[in-house]
């Protein structure tokens, strides 16, 4: 069985309140320090009216200096500050190949992430004005309802927006297409970059955008039995053996090499606790193959 690990993320440092907070500098400490150094110059104790006023002008021109200096530090520490809050505030989550993670965002909303899956939200803006994240693989949605703060996942050119709903969304950069399988509610699809609407789902509909045109449809899907890999259940249905490999390479966290084999067949399988090895042996009972595992790289051809 595969290993699943828990990680509740609702940010627990706290980020500063006011990251534009002033930096006074500290104009008469700087100036004595500036005087004690002048007073200590050997040279400086010459008791002409010349030398008196040019160490007041030099005193009066290192403190505007010094003055200057910390105005400009406090711009300069500021852009600072700001540029880390910005870089640290985004979390991101990424689950390993072979692994599903739960994750929890801070507004409630359940997410299962497949193997080899990232997703990454602000957690600084995130749940103020509205809730957003970005997605790169498989997760399952379960998102807690705010009619007041909509929900968007930005997904490979593709923005969904949810209206409180479970589903299933799977955009794999190999993939040449982004799919969302509705289980309950309402989700809508737009093209990022053109801000065209695509379409909405009802349940058990899936859509299907073809990531180089935005090419969309729609078509019935059983949702429950896509998302079945959230219960630890591997599905293939009626696909080849280079598509089914890609699946089995995320679910048991390997690299499957396919040589001259025949792409004809076609496979349908459940994966539930079986090992690659056990899984590979029934395969082989379908169609003659052999295979080879080495570690992390797995070998398939004709028998």
């Not at 699943?4 to 002033?22: A, C, I, M, V, Y």
């Not at 160490?55 to 500021?78: M, P, R």
């Not at 997703?119 to 509205?130: P, R, W």
Request: proline share 3%.
């Amino acid at each position: 069985m595969e290993q699943q690990t828990f990680f509740d993320l609702n940010p627990k440092g706290k980020q500063p309140e006011d990251s534009s907070f002033p930096i006074i500098p500290d104009k008469e400490g700087m100036w004595t320090l500036i005087s004690k150094r002048l007073e200590s110059d050997p040279n400086f104790h010459i008791k002409s009216v010349y030398h008196q006023r040019t160490k007041i002008f030099v005193t009066a021109i290192a403190a505007s200096i010094a003055l200057l200096i910390g105005i400009g530090g406090t711009v300069f520490y500021q852009q600072i500050l700001k540029k880390q809050i910005f870089e640290t505030s985004v979390t991101e989550v990424r689950c390993p190949k072979g692994h599903k993670t739960q994750v929890f965002l801070p507004d409630g909303t359940s997410v299962w992430l497949n193997s080899g899956t990232d997703l990454k939200y602000d957690a600084v803006v995130f749940n103020q004005k509205e809730r957003k994240v970005e997605l790169k693989g498989e997760a399952f949605f379960e998102v807690t309802k705010n009619a007041e703060k909509k929900f968007t996942i930005d997904v490979s050119g593709v923005e969904i927006q949810v209206f409180g709903t479970s589903f299933d969304v799977s955009a794999y950069e190999d993939d040449s297409c982004v799919k969302v399988s509705l289980l309950e509610g309402s989700v809508s699809l737009s093209d990022q970059h053109s801000g065209k609407f695509l379409g909405r789902l009802s349940p058990d509909q899936m859509a299907i955008v073809n990531k180089q045109n935005s090419e969309f449809r729609i078509v019935k899907d059983n949702a429950a039995l896509t998302c079945l890999w959230t219960q630890n259940v591997l599905r293939i249905y009626n696909e080849d053996i280079r598509m089914a490999s890609k699946k089995l390479e995320r679910w048991y966290g390997v690299n499957i090499h396919i040589e001259n084999l025949n792409q004809k067949p076609h496979f349908s399988f459940v994966v539930k606790t079986e090992s690659l090895r056990e899984l590979l042996q029934l395969l082989n009972k379908i169609t003659p193959i052999k295979y080879t595992i080495k570690g992390e790289e797995v070998y398939i051809s004709n028998k």
